[in-house]
């Protein structure tokens, strides 16, 4: 019988001491594989306090031990942007983290961009990314990262929308989204959830209501999206006091 997964809160003072652990805990997580003698598989989130956290990466010593080629980048959900619109989740990755090191550019797997003249369609888009991530992908994540919003919403899974029903797709398409912009790419709960281990990386006073709500038991999914993905060894919750005042 295998043991029931750990769900650890790890509180930090301000939202700069949540990005430095993180980034320890990132490093650590990469080396732990690599020394298993694994391509370690992530997806990445978006988000203001995921590229603060994405920097301090490259503050912490131990990541020059970390052969960056060996990893493989996803995404968790995309802007469905132009591919080089600043508000692109893999635009700020690039910029804060991964143009500053040397990832593998076949193993750096962006969610596809729309294209204005031509209209690329939303749900073709989410549905490539799909067939892409079950031909490259290895069946899984070490370490799927989400953010969280005030409503509990995590990747671009919103309270109440179809998509968090969605059980049997890897990715889907998301129109008229509360968090602008309107269109965005997401992967599934099923698809989240084929991860070892999932940290949420969440500050601020205003969603310390929305961390209580996802962390009580039995709490609906659909109401609070943030609820329910669970990695399958561990959660981790990467708070500062401000979010985690209500826990
Ligand atoms: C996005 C993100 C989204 C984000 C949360 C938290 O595309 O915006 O994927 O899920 O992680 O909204 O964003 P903040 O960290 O900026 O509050």
Known sequence: MSAAPRVDLCREATPAAVCADFARRFVDALLDCQTAGRVASVALTGGSVAEDAYRAVLDVPQHRRVDWAAIDVWWGDERFLAASDPDRNAV????????????????????????????????????????????????????????????????????????????????????????????????????????????????GEAKAEAVKRALTPGMDFRAVPAARPRGRERTVWLLDEAAASLV
């Open 92 to 203: 700020q990755a690039r910029r804060a983290l991964l143009d500053h090191l040397p990832f593998a550019p076949e193993r750096v797997h962006e969610m596809p961009a729309s294209d204005g003249e031509r209209g690329v369609d939303l749900d073709a888009a989410a549905a490539a990314y799909g067939a892409t991530m079950r031909a490259l992908g290895s069946g899984g994540f070490d370490v799927v990262l989400l953010g969280m919003g005030p409503d509990g919403h995590v990747a671009s899974l919103f309270p109440g929308y179809p998509q968090l029903d969605v059980d049997d797709e890897i990715a889907v398409g998301v129109r008229n989204s509360p968090k602008p912009p309107p269109d965005r790419i997401s992967l599934t709960f099923a698809a989240l959830e084929r991860a070892r281990e999932v940290w949420f990386l969440v500050t």
